[in-house]
């Protein structure tokens, strides 16, 4: 579906500009950075020059990788007890390295496909 409310040359396309932001790249040229520490997206792009300051997430990605997250270690949880019964203590070690792991691992990638649904879209922030 595309957006027939702008003229063709200004649409920006969904998918490779979602795919960009979980690569962690610009989501206008897929070259530059797009995140200059853990969470803070840069200014402009280094590579295309592209104008992301005004780009806000929030808590969206929070809420996401919590969403992902959850959802597979819930059922790791459950297949992990009912096929091996470990102890107790051991299981839930295990799981809370996995569930932190995955979370630091997700939380980036999950703000760089929030802030490329915002570019694509022309959100530009809340």
């Known amino acids: 579906m595309t957006d027939t409310s702008l003229p063709q040359e200004d649409i920006r396309p969904l998918k490779?500009?979602?795919w960009r932001g979980l690569r962690l790249?610009?989501?206008n040229c897929g070259e530059g950075k797009l995140l200059h520490s853990y969470l803070k997206?840069?200014?402009?792009c280094s590579h295309c020059?592209?104008?992301?300051?005004h780009q806000r997430a929030d808590d969206g990605p929070a809420y996401l990788t919590?969403?992902?997250v959850g959802h597979i270690l819930g059922?790791?949880?459950h297949i992990i007890y009912v096929a091996l019964r470990p102890d107790p203590l051991t299981l839930s070690i295990l799981l809370m390295i996995v569930t932190v792991s995955a979370s630091l691992?997700?939380?980036p990638r999950m703000k760089g496909l929030v802030v490329a649904?915002?570019?694509?879209k022309r959100m530009h922030g809340f």
């Open 66 to 68: 919590i969403l992902v």
């Open 75 to 77: 059922f790791a949880l």
């Open 16 to 18: 490779p500009a979602i």
């Open 105 to 107: 691992f997700m939380l």
């Open 41 to 44: 997206v840069n200014d402009r």
């Open 117 to 120: 649904y915002q570019w694509a």
């Open 49 to 53: 020059d592209q104008d992301l300051s």
């Open 25 to 27: 790249r610009c989501p």
